[in-house]
């Protein structure tokens, strides 16, 4: 039988994009474990396609008053005796879990947080990118070979994508507690009729929760065509892959589309975290200020032309 191994990872969408190199580089090292993942439904649905992972355990993240169900949960983790247990979650949850994991097993924890038995300081945010720090706390039990973030897996599946070409993706959309790092729609909806004179035909993608974000988008070319809520990972990949360019504010699926090398404009607060968490692709332009409010019409413009993009 073989030993196991558990990787912690929940999310957000954006830093389980960043995590699946570090993912890759475990399952390269420990070829011969048996790979177990504790995440959330809809990452485990996202994930299993690579093959990555041998078994999932869900995690629904109960609150903590919820005793009975987390203790239940930690009990499923102890005695599938795992031989190491990965954190790339590093939260204050995963603490709590790795807290009852080093009393009651012989699990072997690698964490940015107390008690592990491998345990990597992280610095001040914004003086390493996300995947370096991984990497650095995977070095910590011997791992030296480390893979880029990537979604491979996705590229085998079909998507019937029926737009008219040359076409623009733009991602108006971030989550609830990122309002802050919205470039204004009504900036987003002059850069759409602008593209539209120029033949392009428009996508907008995001989920049921961007429409407010995505209206004067809508409301300013209706010619656009509305993906909200029909855009999930498989579907926004390739409809990324097939874009001229993506244009897109500081969210999980910026990294995602990066991920295509298709040319992606992206809109971001000038701090440590879009340093921290710059998407990896090879063709990123990032324009940036204290403020995105203060990045004007004429500066994305202006980057679209400069790079030879329109």
Known sequence: MNKKILIIKHGSFGDFILATGAIKSIKNYFSNHDLYMLTSI????????SFLIDEYILDERKPFYCFRENMLLLKK???TDFEYIFDLQNSKR???????????????????????????????????????GLNK???????????QPNVDWLENKKVNIN?????????????SSGLY???????YGEIAKFLHKLNFSILVVGNNNDYNSALPILNSCPEVFNFLGKSPPLVL??????ANFIISNDTGPALLVSLTNTPLLWIVNDNNISLSNKPIGKKVYKISSKSVYDISIDQVKNTLINEKLI
């Open 181 to 187: 790092k919205r470039w204004p729609s009504e900036n």
């Open 42 to 49: 809809e990452y485990a649905e996202f994930i299993k396609e």
């Open 163 to 175: 737009i008219k070409k040359p076409y623009v993706m733009i991602i108006p959309g971030t989550s």
């Open 137 to 147: 706390q995977l070095s910590l039990i011997g791992i030296k070979d480390f893979f």
């Open 77 to 79: 983790i102890i005695n």
């Open 94 to 132: 995963t603490f709590f879990y790795n807290l009852i994991i080093r009393i009651l097993s012989k699990s072997i924890i690698s964490s940015s947080r107390p008690l592990a038995h491998y345990r990597y300081n992280i610095p001040s945010q914004g003086s390493e990118h996300v995947t370096i």
């Open 237 to 242: 990949y390739h409809l990324a892959k097939g």
